[in-house]
């Protein structure tokens, strides 16, 4: 039999927590507007015009330690309304929750970190529990799975460029040289990254015939290089996609794979899996 402390988490579990009732989903909408109406307080507090106003100054503090204050009422909440506090604190929402309230903390004793409670938005990650679109975080987990699944082959394709930008760097610092604007080959490698990512700044160009023969090649390399990352995911993303999309079980009756996820009985014999 349930105690009077458990039905009060369990009703505050419900609110906090889940939104299938009509008490938690308004409570979820309504922390999702204190959420987006903070992020705005706060760019709009960094805007030097505004900030230096008499009226809005002060008034910008005022929103944000009343943004602070609820936000850290309802970190209270769920740290309340579950189980195991711990767990829930050190879990992705956890820390983000936390991280939301920490800077107003921070910027009582250090000063330049009240900006950083930008990072707010990232509770808006909410949004796809709240409105049920689980179409949108499944996709979110097959590419999760995806790129975990290739990482061992991007590992290999940045060591690559690595090298690559390296050897580019020092071969336009032997043929350019100081004189034109290559000053070290630290410096030749900034140039070969933001040349071989086609971004090109412009702030340090080639001068002589052989640097922009290199240059050219870099450049037309960066295309085939752009690809090949996108290409790696891909595969996998398939891979990833064609197994969970299908029961990896075999019908013990038959012996016959290839079931939907949430199949009972086999559709080729009708035998239970």
Aim: charged share 15%; glycine share 6%.
């Amino acid at each position: 039999m349930q105690t009077r402390w458990q039905r009060i988490r369990h009703r505050l579990h419900n609110i906090v927590f889940e939104s299938d009732t009509w008490a938690g989903r308004a409570f979820d909408v309504t922390l999702l507007i204190l959420i987006v109406l903070s992020v705005v307080t706060v760019m709009l507090e960094s805007v030097p015009s505004l900030a230096r106003d008499r009226n809005m100054g002060p008034a910008f503090h005022l929103f944000e330690w009343a943004f602070t204050l609820l936000f850290t009422v309802e970190f209270i909440l769920r740290l309340v309304a579950v189980r195991n506090p711990l767990r829930y604190l050190f879990s992705f929402f956890g820390l983000v929750d936390f991280l939301a309230i920490l800077p107003a903390y921070l910027s009582l004793f250090l000063v330049g970190h009240h900006e950083l409670a930008v990072i707010r938005i990232l509770r808006l990650l909410r949004i796809f529990r709240i409105l049920k679109l689980h179409e949108y975080t499944t996709a979110a987990s097959l590419l999760a799975d995806s790129l975990r699944e290739s990482r061992a082959k991007i590992t290999v394709f940045f060591v690559a460029i690595f090298t690559l930008v390296i050897t580019l760097g020092a071969m336009m610092y032997v043929v350019e040289g100081r004189t034109n604007g290559f000053e070290s080959i630290p410096v030749s490698i900034y140039w070969a990254i933001i040349t071989i990512t086609t971004v090109g700044y412009g702030d340090i160009v080639p001068i002589t015939p052989m640097g922009k023969l290199i240059a050219s090649l870099t450049m037309m390399l960066g295309y085939v290089i752009i690809a090949v990352p996108t290409g790696i995911v891909a595969v996998s993303l398939t891979g990833v996609t064609n197994r969970r999309g299908l029961n990896p079980q075999a019908c013990p009756n038959c012996g016959r794979q290839g079931h939907e996820p949430d199949a009972v009985y086999c559709k080729y014999c009708g035998h239970k899996l």
